[in-house]
């Protein structure tokens, strides 16, 4: 069945280190591809999407792209904050089916 | 915009009672849906709904029931509280099924079985 795979955490980086959060995907169809973030005591919130192979999604220094040849979309950021602590979700939705989650990914940023 | 609103936040039950946990979008979405978070395990879905008057079970059905008489409600409705139905548990919906359709999520509801 569909599913997702992503590293395991925690992980503590220093402020403005690079980030990147490994995630692969394994989908009978052609899903989308989605990373949602979930700050402390919060629901998650959609940080970025790509629905197609070869797209780049992109949002607030973030950046993730579909990789169909390795069924991969990792998470990327150049220069983490403090504010970007948080746990990280990877999805994926095939149509008319059900959206899949990773099991997230703890971040800690310290200054 | 209210979005996806969860009540209530924070809940403690006692083994064998039961309750509700109430979900309501204002957003006209079609699709709804409830997960359950547990360390370690990511969200699982628990039912879902594609509209009004439609349920089905997702992956860890047992235990809890689902309605959807309207487009905007969508409770969750434990019979008989257990021990293993600790949880964070999360309501979302979108516009419709379709892979390129992302979810919003309500802030969710903490309920403690003693």
């Known amino acids: 069945g569909d599913s997702v795979t992503q590293m395991e955490g925690p992980v503590t980086l220093s402020e403005e280190a690079f980030l990147t959060i490994n995630c692969t995907y394994t989908?009978?169809?052609?899903?989308?591809l989605f990373w949602y973030v979930q700050y402390p005591g919060e629901g998650l919130q959609l940080l970025l999407k790509?629905?197609?192979?070869?797209d780049k999604g992109s949002n607030k220094g973030f950046e993730a792209t579909y990789r169909k040849e390795t069924t991969s979309f990792h998470l990327e950021k150049g220069s983490v904050q403090v504010s970007d602590s948080a746990v990280y979700f990877c999805?994926?939705?095939?149509?008319?089916?059900?959206?899949?989650f990773g099991a997230g990914t703890r971040l800690t940023v310290k200054p | 915009n209210a979005g996806v609103t969860q009540t209530p936040k924070f809940q403690v039950l006692k083994t064998g009672q039961s309750m509700t946990l109430q979900c309501a979008q204002d957003?006209?979405?079609?699709?709804m849906s409830w997960y359950r978070q547990d360390p370690g395990m990511g969200l699982r879905l628990i039912h879902y709904?594609?509209?009004?008057?439609?349920?089905d079970q997702g992956e860890v059905p047992n235990g809890y029931n689902v309605s959807r008489s309207t487009t905007e409600d969508f409770p969750l409705r434990l019979l008989s509280a257990a021990p293993s139905q600790t949880s964070v548990y999360f309501c979302?919906?979108?516009?419709?099924?379709?892979?390129?359709?992302?979810?919003?999520f309500g802030d969710g509801t903490r309920l403690s079985i003693l």
């Open positions: 999805a994926l939705r095939v149509n008319n089916n059900d959206m899949r």
């Open positions: 989908a009978t169809g052609y899903p989308s």
């Open positions: 979302a919906s979108s516009y419709d099924r379709y892979s390129n359709q992302p979810q919003h």
């Open positions: 957003m006209n979405h079609e699709y």
């Open positions: 790509a629905t197609k192979a070869d």
């Open positions: 709904s594609v509209g009004a008057g439609i349920t």
